[in-house]
């Protein structure tokens, strides 16, 4: 068996469940798993996910109070879909990208299992609410830019980890105060949920951190002067405050990119 092939056998699945379950076993078997970096695999465009939810603009998504019962649900349910294409996007990282180190390639698979795992807590508290996921619309626009940078490993690392999920460090603290303002029990469980994802993102942002500037330096490139022009080039979202400071220099920004964030 080998890894970037069973990667891509995982990336191709379409129910939520199996998906999650192919992504537990293959991280199991991670140490026994043969690896080869210089092999090019191909794919469909698209990785397998089930026929719902419906994806729609971001704009079009109906705004729901979370201090409902419904409002609070659907919150969770972006937040599972976030967490689902989250999924699809290590194992993307593991199979797409060939002549890397092997480490980067267990590296992403284990965030892919990180991801699975909070993707099946935040399915559970669906469940103990009365949904399901696909029950509400979503939109796509994570995907949107793993497309974007399908072909360059460096500017993956720069815009996904260490720009899109990075932006998670920010807004999970927000989101946490907000629910704990909420009495009722299912608002104290999300934030429990919550603390867990983003301690593991904190891991997951630190591993684009890793090999960005691995791959900075293997290239020659300046971090941030590649970041900037990477940032243009792909229209990734901008920045915007609050920064959750501490999670990200745990997550390994140096001084020079915390300085950079605009004010």
Known sequence: ME????????????????????????????????????ACL????????PARPLLIEPRLLPRRSSHTAAGHAALMHAIAHIEFNAINLALDAVWRFPGLPPAYYRDWLGVASEEALHFSLLQTHLSG?????????AHDGL?????STEGDVLARMAL???????RGLDATP????????????YA????????RILSDEVGHVAIGNQWFHHLCAKRGVEPLAFYREAALRHRAPGLKPPFNLDARRRAGFTEAEIAALPT
């Open 3 to 38: 890894i970037r092939q069973q990667a891509l056998a995982a990336w191709l699945l379409q129910d939520p469940a199996a998906k999650v379950a192919a992504v537990q076993a293959l991280c199991a078997d991670a140490s026994a798993l043969l690896c080869a970096p210089e």
């Open 174 to 185: 927000v989101i946490q105060a907000k629910l704990r303002q909420i009495p009722a029990d």
């Open 42 to 49: 191909e794919a469909p465009s698209e990785p397998g996910r």
């Open 129 to 137: 609410l009365g949904y399901a996921y696909g029950d509400f619309p």
């Open 188 to 195: 104290q469980a999300a934030v429990v949920i919550l603390e």
């Open 143 to 147: 995907w949107t830019m793993c497309v």
């Open 160 to 166: 996904v980890p260490r720009t899109l999920e990075a």
